[in-house]
């Protein structure tokens, strides 16, 4: 297995994860389900810095590039309640880096809780600097804006893109396909299914190139947009999937039908709350005492929660839902929850 990933681990990384994230059954939510398929999750929202959740892979790849380039500041970009966001804040006070946050309304939602609460409060309590910028702005721009500044001052700053999902940042999901393809040869056995939200894309590219390198099978993914539209999400997957394979000279290619996305948990729009997310997050705490997220996670296991009850995963099958993090995220939506 090590052998294949030669290419990865010649790229610079940091260690920001104690080890493999644990893969459980979820045996309660099977019985409420009568579900004839296995269910289990990889909770990679159980990592011990910052809360931890998926940008922390990707954090692992970024701020590794950034120290080896000689950087001491790290200017990054997201919604107001991006986790990346709260990530990066978390991890750059780990390494002693100096953070500062680009952040834009995405939607308008729940009120104070939306604007203060959340991963807002956490990335102010992690010593990030963050920047409120109006809905609209190029976030981009102005990071690299505020690189400028930082220059001025002294400062080597190092600018990540929205979500993490660079080239460099998604391989963090190509160490987590080979973590999970040697979870799945210790089982003596592959899920059939592999589950995840696709936001800025970077989980998805990561985890199908780690699989492809393995001759594992990426078709099994299937993922969830909650940001863009179908047609966008595939064309930019698909777009990643092949920055990120040149990157890693990796010749064979992920085929283009083996990216699956499903566009039927989107909704009104991105962070905007579905009636399958609601229940998904209420089902799944109170069944098996685990927290999914508004925006990303929830709205992927409610697509999950959809195909068992409509038939579409057969009977005897397994299906691994990868738990991405963004619990924080639940604050910001507490007048959403606190409705019946
Ligand atoms: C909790 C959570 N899950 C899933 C995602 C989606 O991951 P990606 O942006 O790599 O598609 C994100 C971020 O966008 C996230 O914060």
Not at 191 to 215: D, E, Q, R, Y
């Amino acid at each position: 297995m090590t052998a294949l990933f030669n290419s990865l681990d010649a790229i610079s990384s940091v260690r920001l994860i104690d080890g493999p994230t644990p893969i459980q059954r979820l045996n309660r939510l099977e019985s409420v389900l009568r579900s004839d398929v296995a269910l289990y999750v990889k909770r990679d929202d159980l990592m011990s810095v910052g809360g931890g959740g998926n940008k922390l892979r990707k954090l692992e790849y970024l701020l590794g590039d950034a120290l080896a380039q000689g950087c001491d500041a790290f200017v990054t970009t997201g919604g107001l309640q991006s986790n990346h966001a709260r990530l990066s804040a978390a991890a750059c006070a780990r390494l002693g880096l100096k953070c500062e946050l680009v952040l834009a309304p995405m939607v308008s939602y729940d009120g104070d809780g939306y604007t203060q609460n959340g991963n807002v409060l956490l990335d102010k309590l992690f010593g990030a600097t963050v920047h409120e910028v109006p809905r609209g702005t190029d976030a981009l721009a102005f990071a690299h804006e505020r690189a400028n500044e930082l220059r001025t001052l002294g400062y080597k700053p190092y600018v990540a893109g929205l979500g993490g999902s660079t080239p460099i940042g998604a391989l963090g999901y190509v160490s987590g396909a080979r973590e999970l393809l040697e979870q799945e040869a210790q089982r003596g056995e592959a899920f059939s299914h592999i589950v995840i939200p696709s936001g800025s894309f970077g989980t998805h590219a990561g985890l199908a190139i780690g699989l492809a390198m393995a001759n594992a099978q990426p078709e099994r993914i299937q993922a969830f947009t909650v940001l863009s539209p179908l047609d966008v999400a595939i064309t930019k997957t698909r777009d990643l999937i092949a920055q990120v394979q040149a990157q890693l000279r990796f010749q064979s290619s992920v085929a283009a039908d083996a990216v699956r996305i499903d566009g039927s948990q989107l909704g009104e729009g991105y962070g905007i709350p579905t009636d399958g997310m609601l229940e998904a997050v209420r089902l799944l705490a109170q069944t098996e005492g685990l927290l999914l997220d508004p925006v990303y996670s929830g709205k992927a296991f409610a697509g999950l929660l959809h195909d068992i009850r409509r038939g579409a995963i057969a009977a005897g099958s397994s299906a691994l839902f990868i738990m991405t993090g963004g619990t924080p995220g639940l604050f910001a939506y507490r007048q959403t929850f606190d409705r019946p």
